[in-house]
């Protein structure tokens, strides 16, 4: 691909990115403060091992950020020694 057709194609995907992490973050503060207010139920268990494996997708994106950020030049590159 060309650069032309890259550049809108990547603002696209960040733009999305940032609208759906927002999006996320709401959902996440919700459900923090609902779980904080209701007694432990049978779903307990199923919702720790989903968490762990959101954590885990995290950690992931966290990682692709990163990349992100030194392909965009926001990070100074690491000094050799």
Known sequence: METETVIPALK????WSQLYTKAMHKDLVA???AVGK?????TGPKMKIDA???RDQLK???Q?????????GLR???IKK
Not at 12 to 15: C, G, N, S
């Open 60 to 62: 992931s994106a966290n």
């Open 64 to 72: 692709t950020v990163d990349r992100l950020s030194d392909g965009a």
């Open 31 to 33: 459900i923090s403060a």
């Open 52 to 54: 762990e494996k959101l």
């Open 38 to 42: 209701t007694k432990p139920t049978t």
């Open 12 to 15: 696209a995907d960040l733009t």
């Open 76 to 78: 100074p590159a690491p």
